[in-house]
């Protein structure tokens, strides 16, 4: 079986701060690792994804994410938010099936 | 095209009422799914359909009754539903066989809001 954590179910930056949002997972067999976005009232939108190739990954909007195996971990991360940054984002784990994450709110505060 | 639509957007409906949700997706993908989303909670898997076939029922109420008529459509009929049904209803699809290809990315559409009155 395989889960996700997000620490922190909502994160507050300032706009041109650093954005850092905490995913760590848990799984029996590789695991190939998501990123979500979901902006209010719309579906899922992925911004990168792990599939055991490069650990770093490189996403859409300035977004990357590091597979860190001995940490259990694949943070997300973007140098400087922007204001359209606010939104939901889930961390997603598949290795038998997916499992979502709980979620963490990003607000930017100008 | 990495579009996936669903109508509509939003659905009123009293508890004896049956209504149905559409999916569609024209990037030729075998696998689709719907999901319900309470608020401030991540997506939850109700079904998946692979090559058209019902692969996996994650235990849902039969009051929900989905449906794929072809590769490009997935249905889910609401019927005699409850209160607490009232949700946001995602639909993604995947490239692959289904659920079982870990490397998928799947791509999700705007979603249809429910309210069950």
């Known amino acids: 079986a395989q889960s996700v954590t997000q620490l922190g179910s909502h994160v507050s930056v300032s706009e041109g701060a650093l954005v850092l949002l905490r995913c760590n997972y848990s799984?029996?067999?590789?695991?190939?690792l998501f990123w979500y976005v979901q902006y209010p009232n719309q579906g899922l939108q992925l911004l990168l994804k792990?599939?055991?190739?490069?650990?770093l990954v490189k996403g859409i909007n300035g977004f990357e994410a590091e597979f860190k195996k001995s940490e259990t971990s694949f943070h997300l991360t973007k140098p400087s938010a922007h204001m359209s940054d606010a939104a939901e984002y889930f961390c997603?784990?598949?290795?038998?099936?997916?499992?979502f994450g709980a979620g963490t709110r990003l607000t930017v505060k100008p | 095209d990495t579009e996936v639509t669903q109508t509509p957007k939003h659905l009123v409906m009293g508890m004896t009422n049956k209504k149905s949700l559409k999916c569609e997706q024209h990037?030729?993908?075998?696998?689709m799914y719907w999901y319900k989303q309470k608020a401030k909670k991540p997506p939850e898997l109700m079904f998946v359909?692979?090559?058209?076939?019902?692969?996996i029922n994650e235990s849902v109420p039969s009051r929900f009754s989905p449906e794929c008529p072809n590769s490009s459509l997935l249905n889910l009929h609401l019927h005699a539903l409850q209160p607490e049904d009232s949700a946001l209803y995602l639909c993604?699809?995947?490239?692959?066989?289904?659920?079982?290809?870990?490397?998928?990315?799947?791509?999700f559409g705007p979603g249809t809001r429910l309210t069950v009155l």
């Open positions: 993604a699809s995947s490239q692959g066989g289904g659920h079982l290809k870990s490397t998928d990315t799947q791509y």
């Open positions: 799984s029996s067999v590789p695991p190939y």
């Open positions: 792990y599939t055991s190739a490069a650990t």
């Open positions: 997603a784990v598949s290795a038998n099936d997916m499992r």
């Open positions: 990037m030729g993908h075998r696998a």
């Open positions: 359909y692979s090559y058209e076939k019902l692969s």
